[in-house]
C-alpha cells in the first residue's frame, strides 16, 4: 500500500490550500481515510476523517468550518481543501489509511501512512 499526499507550500494567512493524497490501486476504496498534521516540536494531531463511501466526516475542531475532506474512490484520491489559513495550521500533512471503513480520529486504528506534505503559512 502506498499512498502519496502532495499540495502543500507555502501561503499567507488568509489563504488556500487543496491537499491531494493518491492511494495504490486496490489499497483506498475499502477503508476510512484520514489527515494527520504535525507541528515543529509538536505532536502529531489528527486534523480530519471521512468514511469509506465519503458519507461521513470528523474534523478537529481547530478546522472545523475552514477545511473539507473528500475522496473520489474512482480516482483512488482523497483531499483537503484547506481556507482561511492561519499560521497555526503549519504542519507537515499526512495522510493516512484506516483499518475501518468508518471516519475515525484515532491515530493507532492508521495502518498505512503517506511520506507528508509541508504546508507553512506565513503571518
Known amino acids: 500500500v502506498q499512498l502519496q499526499a502532495s499540495g502543500g507550500g507555502l501561503v499567507q494567512a488568509g489563504g488556500a490550500l487543496r491537499l491531494s493524497c493518491a492511494a495504490s490501486?486496490?489499497?483506498?476504496?475499502?477503508?476510512?481515510m484520514g489527515w494527520f498534521r504535525q507541528a515543529p516540536g509538536k505532536e502529531r494531531e489528527f486534523v480530519a476523517s471521512?468514511?469509506?463511501?465519503?458519507?461521513?466526516?470528523y474534523y478537529a475542531n481547530s478546522v472545523k468550518g475552514r477545511f473539507t475532506i473528500s475522496r473520489d474512490n474512482a480516482q483512488d484520491t482523497v483531499y483537503l481543501q484547506m481556507v482561511s489559513l492561519k499560521p497555526e495550521d503549519t504542519g507537515v500533512y499526512y495522510c493516512?489509511?484506516?483499518?475501518?471503513?468508518?471516519?475515525?480520529?484515532?491515530?493507532?486504528?492508521?495502518?498505512?501512512w503517506g511520506q507528508g506534505t509541508l504546508v507553512t503559512v506565513s503571518s
Open positions: 493516512a489509511r484506516a483499518r475501518v471503513v468508518a471516519a475515525i480520529e484515532t491515530m493507532t486504528m492508521y495502518d498505512y
Open positions: 490501486e486496490g489499497s483506498y476504496s475499502n477503508y476510512g
Open positions: 471521512v468514511s469509506w463511501a465519503g458519507g461521513t466526516t
